[in-house]
Protein backbone atom coordinates (compact mmCIF):
# COMPACT_ATOMS: atom_id res chain seq x y z
CA UNK A 1 0.00 0.00 0.00
CA UNK A 2 1.13 3.80 -0.75
CA UNK A 3 -0.03 6.52 1.88
CA UNK A 4 0.35 9.36 0.52
CA UNK A 5 -0.38 12.55 2.81
CA UNK A 6 -2.13 16.09 1.84
CA UNK A 7 -2.07 19.11 4.18
CA UNK A 8 -5.44 21.07 3.25
CA UNK A 9 -6.62 24.21 4.52
CA UNK A 10 -9.96 24.61 6.05
CA UNK A 11 -12.77 22.86 5.01
CA UNK A 12 -13.98 23.39 1.69
CA UNK A 13 -13.76 20.56 -1.51
CA UNK A 14 -11.72 18.10 0.60
CA UNK A 15 -14.61 15.73 -0.30
CA UNK A 16 -12.88 15.57 -4.25
CA UNK A 17 -10.33 13.25 -2.15
CA UNK A 18 -12.36 10.38 -0.63
CA UNK A 19 -14.16 10.46 -4.42
CA UNK A 20 -10.27 10.41 -6.03
CA UNK A 21 -9.33 7.76 -3.94
CA UNK A 22 -12.14 5.69 -5.00
CA UNK A 23 -11.47 6.31 -8.85
CA UNK A 24 -8.18 5.31 -8.32
CA UNK A 25 -9.38 1.63 -7.35
CA UNK A 26 -6.38 0.64 -6.00
CA UNK A 27 -3.95 0.16 -2.81
CA UNK A 28 -3.26 3.70 -2.67
CA UNK A 29 -4.69 5.86 0.69
CA UNK A 30 -5.31 9.31 0.59
CA UNK A 31 -4.56 10.69 4.18
CA UNK A 32 -6.10 14.39 4.03
CA UNK A 33 -4.97 16.40 7.45
CA UNK A 34 -6.33 19.95 7.92
CA UNK A 35 -4.41 23.04 8.76
CA UNK A 36 -5.43 25.76 10.77
CA UNK A 37 -6.64 28.42 7.29
CA UNK A 38 -6.52 30.93 9.48
CA UNK A 39 -8.37 34.15 7.99
CA UNK A 40 -10.60 32.83 5.09
CA UNK A 41 -9.81 35.34 2.41
CA UNK A 42 -8.26 35.14 -0.86
CA UNK A 43 -5.69 38.19 -0.48
CA UNK A 44 -1.61 37.90 -0.45
CA UNK A 45 -1.33 39.14 3.53
CA UNK A 46 -3.78 36.63 4.51
CA UNK A 47 -2.51 33.88 1.87
CA UNK A 48 0.88 34.06 3.43
CA UNK A 49 -0.26 33.37 6.50
CA UNK A 50 -2.31 30.56 5.60
CA UNK A 51 0.92 28.85 4.04
CA UNK A 52 3.46 29.72 6.79
CA UNK A 53 6.38 27.36 7.71
CA UNK A 54 4.77 27.59 11.15
CA UNK A 55 0.91 26.37 10.19
CA UNK A 56 2.72 23.58 7.89
CA UNK A 57 4.65 22.37 10.58
CA UNK A 58 2.06 22.18 13.43
CA UNK A 59 0.61 19.00 11.55
CA UNK A 60 3.05 16.86 10.33
CA UNK A 61 2.86 14.65 13.48
CA UNK A 62 -0.48 13.77 12.17
CA UNK A 63 1.06 12.82 8.67
CA UNK A 64 3.52 10.65 10.29
CA UNK A 65 1.00 8.88 11.98
CA UNK A 66 -1.00 8.25 8.96
CA UNK A 67 1.97 6.43 6.99
CA UNK A 68 2.12 9.08 4.87
CA UNK A 69 5.24 8.16 2.12
CA UNK A 70 4.90 11.55 0.61
CA UNK A 71 3.22 15.22 1.33
CA UNK A 72 1.80 17.92 -0.82
CA UNK A 73 0.67 21.05 0.83
CA UNK A 74 -2.76 21.02 -1.34
CA UNK A 75 -3.71 24.77 -1.64
CA UNK A 76 -2.29 26.66 -4.58
CA UNK A 77 -2.97 30.20 -3.77
CA UNK A 78 -0.95 29.60 -0.62
CA UNK A 79 2.08 28.78 -2.54
CA UNK A 80 2.05 30.42 -5.62
CA UNK A 81 1.96 33.87 -3.52
CA UNK A 82 5.86 32.93 -2.39
CA UNK A 83 6.58 33.32 -5.56
CA UNK A 84 8.82 31.13 -7.38
CA UNK A 85 11.36 30.75 -5.54
CA UNK A 86 9.69 31.15 -2.06
CA UNK A 87 7.65 28.26 -3.01
CA UNK A 88 10.61 26.10 -3.56
CA UNK A 89 11.79 27.53 0.17
CA UNK A 90 7.98 26.65 1.59
CA UNK A 91 8.72 22.80 0.14
CA UNK A 92 12.09 21.97 1.43
CA UNK A 93 11.03 23.56 4.96
CA UNK A 94 7.80 21.15 4.73
CA UNK A 95 9.98 18.67 3.89
CA UNK A 96 12.46 19.05 6.68
CA UNK A 97 9.42 19.04 9.03
CA UNK A 98 7.80 16.30 7.71
CA UNK A 99 11.03 13.73 7.13
CA UNK A 100 9.69 13.23 3.75
CA UNK A 101 9.19 13.96 -0.12
CA UNK A 102 7.08 17.36 -0.19
CA UNK A 103 5.53 19.42 -2.80
CA UNK A 104 2.80 21.80 -3.35
CA UNK A 105 -0.34 22.31 -5.75
CA UNK A 106 1.27 25.24 -7.32
CA UNK A 107 4.30 22.87 -8.61
CA UNK A 108 1.77 20.38 -9.02
CA UNK A 109 0.27 22.58 -12.20
CA UNK A 110 4.20 23.18 -13.16
CA UNK A 111 4.51 19.78 -13.34
CA UNK A 112 1.16 18.34 -14.58
CA UNK A 113 1.59 20.96 -17.68
CA UNK A 114 5.00 19.76 -18.82
CA UNK A 115 3.91 16.05 -17.82
CA UNK A 116 0.95 17.11 -20.87
CA UNK A 117 3.58 18.50 -23.36
CA UNK A 118 1.74 22.12 -23.23
CA UNK A 119 3.85 25.08 -23.70
CA UNK A 120 0.52 27.12 -23.44
CA UNK A 121 -2.32 27.40 -20.84
CA UNK A 122 -5.10 29.70 -20.04
CA UNK A 123 -6.13 30.51 -16.23
CA UNK A 124 -9.84 30.32 -15.23
CA UNK A 125 -9.48 31.06 -11.26
CA UNK A 126 -11.90 32.04 -8.50
CA UNK A 127 -9.71 34.50 -6.79
CA UNK A 128 -9.56 38.12 -7.49
CA UNK A 129 -7.49 38.98 -10.88
CA UNK A 130 -4.75 40.44 -8.30
CA UNK A 131 -4.18 37.47 -7.05
CA UNK A 132 -4.39 35.55 -10.09
CA UNK A 133 -2.16 37.29 -11.66
CA UNK A 134 0.45 35.90 -8.66
CA UNK A 135 0.06 32.59 -10.36
CA UNK A 136 0.46 33.49 -14.05
CA UNK A 137 4.02 34.66 -12.55
CA UNK A 138 4.27 31.48 -11.31
CA UNK A 139 3.32 29.65 -14.13
CA UNK A 140 5.77 31.71 -16.62
CA UNK A 141 8.52 31.29 -13.84
CA UNK A 142 8.58 27.70 -15.00
CA UNK A 143 8.81 27.96 -18.13
CA UNK A 144 4.76 28.14 -18.97
CA UNK A 145 3.12 30.35 -21.35
CA UNK A 146 0.30 31.74 -19.97
CA UNK A 147 -1.94 33.18 -23.10
CA UNK A 148 -5.10 33.81 -21.04
CA UNK A 149 -6.22 34.82 -17.37
CA UNK A 150 -9.62 35.03 -16.07
CA UNK A 151 -10.30 36.16 -12.39
CA UNK A 152 -14.12 35.72 -10.60
CA UNK A 153 -13.34 37.65 -7.66
CA UNK A 154 -14.20 34.92 -5.34
CA UNK A 155 -12.87 36.22 -1.99
CA UNK A 156 -13.55 32.98 0.58
CA UNK A 157 -12.65 29.61 -0.19
CA UNK A 158 -16.07 28.56 1.97
CA UNK A 159 -18.26 30.70 -1.36
CA UNK A 160 -15.99 28.54 -4.01
CA UNK A 161 -16.62 25.52 -2.22
CA UNK A 162 -20.45 25.88 -2.82
CA UNK A 163 -19.95 25.91 -6.32
CA UNK A 164 -21.51 22.77 -8.51
CA UNK A 165 -21.32 21.41 -11.69
CA UNK A 166 -22.87 24.55 -13.94
CA UNK A 167 -20.85 26.84 -12.31
CA UNK A 168 -17.18 24.52 -12.51
CA UNK A 169 -18.46 24.39 -16.10
CA UNK A 170 -18.92 28.00 -16.83
CA UNK A 171 -15.57 29.18 -14.94
CA UNK A 172 -13.58 26.86 -17.64
CA UNK A 173 -15.39 28.47 -20.81
CA UNK A 174 -14.92 31.62 -19.71
CA UNK A 175 -11.73 30.92 -18.54
CA UNK A 176 -10.56 29.05 -21.75
CA UNK A 177 -8.53 30.41 -24.68
CA UNK A 178 -7.95 29.52 -28.46
CA UNK A 179 -4.21 29.46 -28.10
CA UNK A 180 -4.40 26.90 -25.00
CA UNK A 181 -2.86 23.90 -25.27
CA UNK A 182 -4.23 22.61 -21.61
CA UNK A 183 -6.89 25.04 -19.06
CA UNK A 184 -5.88 25.21 -15.40
CA UNK A 185 -8.53 25.56 -12.73
CA UNK A 186 -6.20 26.72 -9.68
CA UNK A 187 -8.34 26.40 -6.39
CA UNK A 188 -8.36 23.30 -3.90
CA UNK A 189 -11.45 24.88 -2.77
CA UNK A 190 -13.26 24.10 -5.52
CA UNK A 191 -14.86 20.94 -6.32
CA UNK A 192 -13.72 19.13 -9.24
CA UNK A 193 -12.85 15.64 -9.10
CA UNK A 194 -16.67 14.46 -10.53
CA UNK A 195 -16.48 16.82 -13.82
CA UNK A 196 -12.86 16.56 -15.20
CA UNK A 197 -14.90 14.19 -18.01
CA UNK A 198 -16.93 16.63 -18.98
CA UNK A 199 -14.72 19.72 -18.77
CA UNK A 200 -12.48 18.19 -20.96
CA UNK A 201 -15.55 17.15 -23.43
CA UNK A 202 -16.80 20.52 -23.29
CA UNK A 203 -13.38 21.88 -23.66
CA UNK A 204 -12.10 19.55 -26.23
CA UNK A 205 -8.61 20.05 -24.52
CA UNK A 206 -6.95 18.84 -21.49
CA UNK A 207 -8.46 20.26 -18.08
CA UNK A 208 -6.13 20.59 -14.77
CA UNK A 209 -8.09 21.26 -11.97
CA UNK A 210 -6.02 21.79 -7.95
CA UNK A 211 -7.29 18.54 -6.78
CA UNK A 212 -6.39 16.77 -9.65
CA UNK A 213 -2.94 17.77 -9.95
CA UNK A 214 -2.61 17.82 -6.10
CA UNK A 215 -3.17 13.86 -5.82
CA UNK A 216 -0.84 13.50 -9.12
CA UNK A 217 2.07 14.92 -7.46
CA UNK A 218 1.91 13.21 -4.71
CA UNK A 219 1.81 9.58 -7.06
CA UNK A 220 4.65 11.32 -8.88
CA UNK A 221 6.86 11.97 -5.66
CA UNK A 222 6.44 8.62 -4.39
CA UNK A 223 7.51 6.94 -7.78
CA UNK A 224 3.80 5.51 -8.34
CA UNK A 225 1.56 6.34 -11.55
CA UNK A 226 -2.38 5.52 -11.83
CA UNK A 227 -4.27 5.15 -15.12
CA UNK A 228 -7.35 6.67 -14.22
CA UNK A 229 -9.47 8.11 -17.34
CA UNK A 230 -12.30 9.43 -15.17
CA UNK A 231 -9.61 11.87 -13.86
CA UNK A 232 -9.00 13.35 -17.05
CA UNK A 233 -6.22 13.34 -20.03
CA UNK A 234 -3.30 13.97 -16.98
CA UNK A 235 -4.23 10.05 -15.34
CA UNK A 236 -3.50 8.39 -18.97
CA UNK A 237 0.11 9.31 -20.13
CA UNK A 238 2.41 6.61 -21.29
CA UNK A 239 3.76 4.79 -19.73
CA UNK A 240 1.02 3.86 -17.54
CA UNK A 241 1.95 1.63 -14.70
CA UNK A 242 -1.13 -0.25 -13.45
CA UNK A 243 -1.20 -0.43 -9.73
CA UNK A 244 -4.45 -2.44 -9.11
Same mark, same amino acid.
Given at each position: ????????????????? /?????????????????????? $???????????????????????????????????? @???????????????????????????????FAF?HAV?????????????????????????????????????????????????????????????????????????????? @?????? $??????????????????????????????? /????????????????
Open positions: MTALGFLYPGHSAEDDY /PRIEMLLDSDIRLALIHTDIGE $DAHRVDALLEMGSAGRLAAKVEELRLAGADAVVWAC @TSGSFVFGWEGAHEQVRNLARAAGMPASSTSARELGATRVSIAATYPEDVAEHFTAFLKASGTEVVGMRGSGIITAAEVGTWGRDEVLALARGGDHPDAQAVLLPDTALH @TAAYIR $DLEAELGKPVLTANQVTVWEALRLADRRANC /PALGQLFTREPIVQVK
